[in-house]
């Protein structure tokens, strides 16, 4: 036989259900105004005002330091304005901090491929992988890397043995597939 709960057992379940309302409500304003924060740091990027980008994400790190995303975007806009070197610091750091995230090790490789040191690119990119076997952004970049890697690999090859006809075929694939012809503007 069932019995009818107490009034007082009903007052404790709408309490807790109120309660947890209340704590949805308290969780969700915060989200609102992160998402407000990073979309006007994106948004400013976009417009290329990187120095007020630069200065919002500075603002908004300085209350929360350890963002992960806001320190990522922070990290892009210092190598869209060409400042490899705090660049790369933030992204090594959100390595060491997030080492689950991809797209740190993505941007690292990015820089390290830009300064020439493409052993330490692919390392990165491999680190990129292993933390998201499905991040075709790495993948990609992954390929880039490894025909330069291949290109350089073919042009000591030839140098040491410059009679051989088919190096010279490869670095020309490799260089077409690196560095594609433009195709004509099409008229109107």
């Given at each position: 036989m069932h019995t009818l709960p107490s009034p007082l057992n009903i007052l404790q379940k709408m309490a807790a259900l109120l309660m947890l309302c209340a704590l949805l409500l308290v969780t969700a304003m915060p989200t609102r105004a992160l998402a407000n924060d990073y979309t006007e740091v994106n948004r400013l990027v976009t417009a290329r005002?990187?120095?007020?980008?630069?200065?919002?994400?500075?603002?908004?790190?300085?209350?929360?330091?350890?963002?992960?995303?806001m320190r990522f975007i922070k990290g892009v806009i210092h190598g869209d304005m060409g400042q490899s070197a705090e660049a790369m610091?933030?992204?090594?750091?959100?390595?060491?901090?997030?080492?689950?995230?991809?797209?740190?090790?993505?941007?690292?490789?990015?820089?390290?491929?830009?300064?020439?040191?493409?052993?330490?690119?692919?390392?990165?990119?491999?680190?990129?992988?292993r933390t998201n076997p499905s991040y075709a952004a790495a993948h990609e970049n992954l390929g880039d890397v490894l025909l330069q890697l291949a290109s350089q690999s073919y042009t000591k090859g030839l140098q040491f043995e410059p009679r051989n006809v088919s190096i010279p075929n490869k670095l020309a694939l490799i260089r077409n597939l690196l560095n594609p012809p433009t195709s004509p503007t099409a008229k109107p």
């Amino acid at each position: 036989m069932h019995t009818l709960p107490s009034p007082l057992n009903i007052l404790q379940k709408m309490a807790a259900l109120l309660m947890l309302c209340a704590l949805l409500l308290v969780t969700a304003m915060p989200t609102r105004a992160l998402a407000n924060d990073y979309t006007e740091v994106n948004r400013l990027v976009t417009a290329r005002k990187l120095g007020e980008a630069l200065a919002k994400a500075d603002a908004y790190l300085a209350g929360k330091p350890r963002d992960p995303q806001m320190r990522f975007i922070k990290g892009v806009i210092h190598g869209d304005m060409g400042q490899s070197a705090e660049a790369m610091t933030i992204f090594r750091q959100l390595n060491q901090d997030y080492p689950e995230l991809p797209e740190p090790y993505n941007n690292l490789a990015v820089l390290y491929a830009g300064q020439g040191d493409l052993d330490k690119a692919r390392n990165a990119l491999e680190m990129a992988i292993r933390t998201n076997p499905s991040y075709a952004a790495a993948h990609e970049n992954l390929g880039d890397v490894l025909l330069q890697l291949a290109s350089q690999s073919y042009t000591k090859g030839l140098q040491f043995e410059p009679r051989n006809v088919s190096i010279p075929n490869k670095l020309a694939l490799i260089r077409n597939l690196l560095n594609p012809p433009t195709s004509p503007t099409a008229k109107p």
